[in-house]
C-alpha cells in the first residue's frame, strides 16, 4: 500500500463524519483543518452517527474542545448539548481521577512500594499538558512483582474491588496467572473509577521488554496538584504507547493523538535518540507504524530520519494499512475476549510482523489463551503451575467451538 492509498482516510473516500472527527482531533487547530471543519459542518452530516464515531475513538474533549473554537458552525442544539455535556462530564472525571491517583499514589510510597502511573491524568500531562483534553479511562499503576500482592492489600483497603480475577487465588494459579496476564482490574463501587493494578507493561513480557527497575532511575515527575506522580520517561513513553498501540491493532483514534500531541509537545522524534533506543528494545516497527499513521491520519510532521530509512519498509507499510482497516472496524475485531473467530487469522498474522524476534512471536501465541476463568475450580501446586498454560488452551478451544 503506498503513501497515496493510506491518505484516503483524508479524501472523499471517506464518510464525512469520519474526516470531521479527524479534522477535530487536534489541541490546536492548523488553519487548514479550520476550513475542512467549517466545510464539513456546513454540508449536510449525520450528526447522530459523529457522536457515535466521537465515542468509540473517546475523542469527546479534543473534538469539542475544536468545535466550540471556531464561531458560528453549523452544529444542531441538540447536538451541541450532547457535546458539551458529555464533556463536562468527562472533565469532572478526570479531576476525580487524579484525585484518586494521588490518594494510591501516598498510600503505596507509604509502605515503601515504588510505583509508577501509565497513562490516565499523568499522560493527559505529558501529552496535552491538561487533564480536559484526554478521556479518561482506566488508571494503570506499574509495581515491581515482589510488590504486587502488598499493592493488591492497598487497593483492597482503600475500597477498591478486584473484579479481574474476582476470586482468591491459590499459589500455583497465581504463578501461572502472572506469566500469562499483566495485571488485575479493580473498581471502586461508590465512584467507580476503575485501576489497572500492572507488574509488567504488556501481555507479551517480549512486546515492550523493559521493566520499572529499568524505567525508575529516569522516571519524570508530574504534578498532580501538591502531588509528584513518577511517570515513565518521554522517549520511552513514545515508544511504549507505540508498542501498545500497534498491539491493539491502533483501532481508537485516540492512542494516535496521544503520539501527536506528544511528539508535538517535545519534539522526541526530531532526534535520532529516539530511534536507536528503539533498535535497542526492537520495537522500531511499531514507532514507524505510530509515526506514519500519525502523519497520514493527524498531519504529524515526520522526522526526516524516518521518511528516508523506514518509510519505504513493506512490512510497515502492511502494518500501517491493517490498522487503517482496524479504525473503521468494529472494534471487537481486536478484543482478545471478543475477536470474530473469522478475524483471529488476520489478527494473529498482523501480530506476528511487530517484532522480528522469536521470543516474542512465540509468546504471542500465550495471548489468545490467556487465563480463562474455567481453571479456577482447577488447584495445582506452584511446581505444578505451568499446566495451567494446557488448561487455558483447553478451555479456550471450547470456547472456540462454542462461538
Known amino acids: 500500500m503506498t503513501a497515496e492509498d493510506i491518505t484516503a482516510l483524508n479524501s ?31 454540508n449536510s452530516l449525520d450528526w447522530p452517527h459523529f457522536l457515535l464515531l466521537v465515542n468509540r475513538h473517546r475523542v469527546m474533549p479534543l473534538v469539542w474542545h475544536s468545535l466550540k473554537s471556531i464561531d458560528n458552525l453549523s452544529i444542531p442544539t441538540d447536538i451541541r ?32 512500594i515504588r510505583v509508577l502511573s501509565l497513562k490516565g491524568p499523568v499522560l493527559a500531562i505529558q501529552a496535552y499538558e491538561t487533564l480536559k483534553l484526554r478521556h479518561t479511562g482506566d488508571l494503570d499503576l506499574l509495581v515491581e512483582p515482589e510488590d504486587l500482592w502488598a499493592a493488591d492489600h492497598i487497593l483492597q483497603d482503600c475500597g477498591y ?29 461508590k465512584t467507580n473509577i476503575r485501576v489497572e493494578l500492572h507488574w509488567r507493561l504488556c501481555q507479551n513480557r517480549y512486546l515492550f521488554p523493559l521493566s520499572i527497575n529499568q524505567l525508575w532511575p ?39 493523538c496521544d503520539i501527536a500531541e506528544l511528539t508535538g509537545v517535545d519534539h522526541v522524534n526530531d532526534t535520532p535518540l529516539v530511534f536507536s533506543r528503539a533498535e535497542e528494545l526492537g520495537v522500531t516497527r511499531m514507532l514507524a507504524q505510530g509515526l506514519i499513521l500519525s502523519h497520514q491520519l493527524l498531519d ?23 490498522a487503517i482497516q482496524a479504525l473503521s472496524n468494529d472494534e471487537h475485531y481486536w478484543s482478545a475476549d471478543n475477536t470474530p473467530v473469522s ?30 476463568d474455567e481453571v479456577q475450580t482447577i488447584h495445582l501446586p506452584k511446581l505444578l503451575s505451568p499446566l495451567y498454560f494446557l488448561l487455558s488452551l483447553f478451555f479456550w478451544f471450547i470456547s472456540l467451538f462454542k462461538r
Not at 458529555?86 to 498510600?107: G, V, W, Y
Not at 508530574?222 to 483501532?251: D, K, M, N, Q
Not at 504529524?300 to 491493517?322: F, K, W
Request: with cysteine; proline share 5%.
Open 81 to 112: 448539548e450532547v457535546l458539551n455535556n458529555r464533556a463536562k462530564k468527562d472533565l469532572l472525571k478526570a479531576f476525580e481521577q487524579a484525585a484518586a491517583l494521588t490518594h494510591l499514589i501516598k498510600c503505596l510510597e507509604g509502605d515503601d
Open 218 to 256: 529516569t522516571r519524570e515527575f508530574i504534578s498532580l496538584g501538591t502531588t509528584r506522580v513518577a511517570a515513565i520517561p518521554r522517549r520511552e513513553l513514545l515508544l511504549y504507547l507505540c508498542a501498545h498501540g500497534a498491539h491493539t491493532g491502533w483501532f481508537r483514534l485516540k492512542w494516535l
Open 343 to 372: 478475524w483471529m487469522a488476520t489478527q494473529v498474522l498482523y501480530r506476528m510482523k511487530l517484532r522480528t524476534d522469536i521470543r516474542y512471536k512465540y509468546h504471542n501465541f500465550n495471548f489468545y489463551t490467556l487465563w480463562r
Open 300 to 322: 504529524t510532521p515526520l522526522p526526516a530520519s524516518l521518511s528516508t530509512e523506514i518509510h519505504p519498509d513493506r512490512t510497515v507499510q502492511s502494518m500501517v494499512s491493517q
Open 12 to 42: 472523499q473516500k471517506v464518510a464525512p463524519e469520519m474526516q470531521l472527527l479527524l479534522a477535530c482531533a487536534h489541541k490546536k487547530l492548523s488553519p487548514t483543518n479550520t476550513k475542512r471543519i467549517i466545510g464539513l459542518c456546513h
Open 161 to 189: 474491588l478486584r473484579t479481574i480475577p474476582d476470586y482468591p487465588l491459590t499459589s500455583g494459579q497465581a504463578a501461572a496467572y502472572m506469566k500469562i496476564r499483566k495485571d488485575f482490574s479493580y473498581t471502586h463501587p
